[in-house]
């Protein structure tokens, strides 16, 4: 729409400039246009003042000071015209005769107002609506095409360092950025290198910050979709999609093809009321077909992340697709205390801070949860405009994460019921 609409104002605006170039260049009182017999005549009858030649172009003005305009072959004079209707000879006491030839600016000036300016004016009509219809078909045409994330090598690194806690987690990633970076150090050996690694756990248990630190450790483009962007109302674009995905990744291998949520496009097929030629089962099958059709040597990954590991197709989890599974748990409390550690970089924390206290009364907190808990703190201790999160503050954060925000007014009536 910002576009269409700053088309449009150029348009108008083009329209205005030439509008002003005319009101400039042609005058606004339109003179009476004459033959040049009429013109004769006029001499005949003494009501002729003065004439003035320019080019082919004749002024005549006359004795009530109004003026005439006439035309004459080029190359002509006026008064070898006149002569062809009786006038031999103009008296100059009577008619002033000035005659010069025209001038290139004017002749320039004539031929940019009358042909090419229009020209111009509508040939920017005409490539303007072909614009416009060209941005609509190219829009239609671009309907099966994919539209990932593309990781930034510009911007901040996510690496292994700043994922605390799922140490066996990382262990079997590591031989994935391995696998990317040193892919000779693996194939000299025989060993082929995994088409699919599949994360799956709680939420909030870090799967799309792993998948973020295995393409900053690598530093190989990384592309991240979620499954629910393959879906559409109509059947076949999923499948474009993930024809467009793919092929777009074998470009650029080394990479890493991250799919978010992948249990929106591979669920088991067959147990949904769709039959077998919905759009999400076209999806599915268009995926399994890219995963088996990888070349040798490409170096792409598909990553996948997923709460639901038991709806997924079977197919999807066969060996050769997603060769590596790997779960991440609930953080224990070494790992919370690590995570805790990790989000509180970049905060001010009192001296008597403990985060160990603080990860053993969150059991059960996920990283997610944990990350938000020192938000809250950093929240709280701004609300009451001290410049140091405290012991306070944590326990107070761990309390509304767990149990919500404090109602005091409740507290006051049972008081003052009692």
């Known amino acids: 729409m910002k576009k269409n ?35 004769a005549q006029e001499i005949k009858d003494n009501k002729v003042k003065a004439i003035k030649q320019e080019g082919t172009k004749i002024t005549v003005t006359l004795s009530d000071n109004k003026q005439q305009q006439a035309t004459i072959a080029d190359n002509e004079n006026v008064t ?54 060209q941005g609509a078909s190219n829009q239609a045409m671009g309907f099966g095409k994919s539209k990932p994330q593309v990781y930034d090598k510009t911007k901040k690194k996510v690496t292994f360092k ?10 079997e990633l590591e031989e994935i950025v391995e ?24 939420p ?22 979620s499954g629910s962007e393959f879906v559409e109302m109509f059947v076949g674009v999923g499948a474009s999609r993930v024809r467009d995905l793919f092929n777009r990744a074998k470009k650029n291998a080394p990479c890493i093809i991250f799919i978010d949520e992948i249990d929106a496009v591979g669920r088991q097929r067959g ?4 039959g077998s030629h919905d759009e999400r089962e076209q999806t599915l099958n268009q995926i399994l077909v890219e995963m088996d059709g990888f070349e040798k040597g490409t ?12 709806v997924l197709d079977p197919a999807l989890l ?38 160990e206290i603080i990860a053993k009364q969150t059991p059960g907190f996920s990283g997610a949860d944990l990350e938000n808990l020192m938000n809250e703190a950093a929240i709280l201790t701004a609300r009451k405009n001290k410049k140091e999160i405290t012991m306070e503050d944590l326990s107070a954060a761990t309390e509304k994460v767990l149990l919500g925000p404090e109602r005091k007014s409740k507290g006051q009536d049972r008081a003052c019921y009692d």
Do not use: C
């Open 271 to 274: 147990s949904g009321l769709g």
């Open 299 to 310: 170096n792409v990954i598909v990553m996948a992340a997923t709460n639901r590991p038991d």
């Open 318 to 355: 066969r060996p050769g697709r997603f060769d590596r599974r790997i779960v991440l748990d609930m953080p224990d409390v070494k790992d919370r205390e690590a995570i805790l550690a990790v989000h509180a970089e970049g905060k001010p924390l009192a001296k008597n801070t403990n985060l």
């Open 162 to 171: 700043e994922v605390a806690g799922s140490e066996e987690a990382k262990e």
């Open 80 to 133: 070898d015209a006149l002569k062809l209707f009786g006038i031999d000879k103009l008296d100059p006491s009577k008619i002033t005769v000035e005659s010069k030839p025209s001038s290139s600016s004017s002749i320039w000036i004539g031929l940019l107002i009358q042909t090419i300016i229009p020209v111009l004016l509508i040939g920017g009509i005409l490539y303007f609506f072909i614009r416009q219809s």
């Open 204 to 225: 909030g248990t870090g799967k799309t910050l792993l998948a973020r630190a295995v393409a900053g450790e690598a530093d190989v483009p990384f592309f991240s979709i």
């Open 5 to 39: 609409n700053r088309n449009i104002i150029i348009f108008v605006v083009i329209i205005l400039i030439i509008a002003a170039v005319y009101s400039l260049y042609i005058p606004t009182q339109t003179q009476d246009k004459v033959d040049i017999s009429y013109v």
């Open 179 to 202: 696998f990317l970076k040193y892919p000779k150090k693996f194939l000299n050996l025989g060993a082929k290198i995994p088409k699919g690694v599949l994360l799956f756990g709680q």
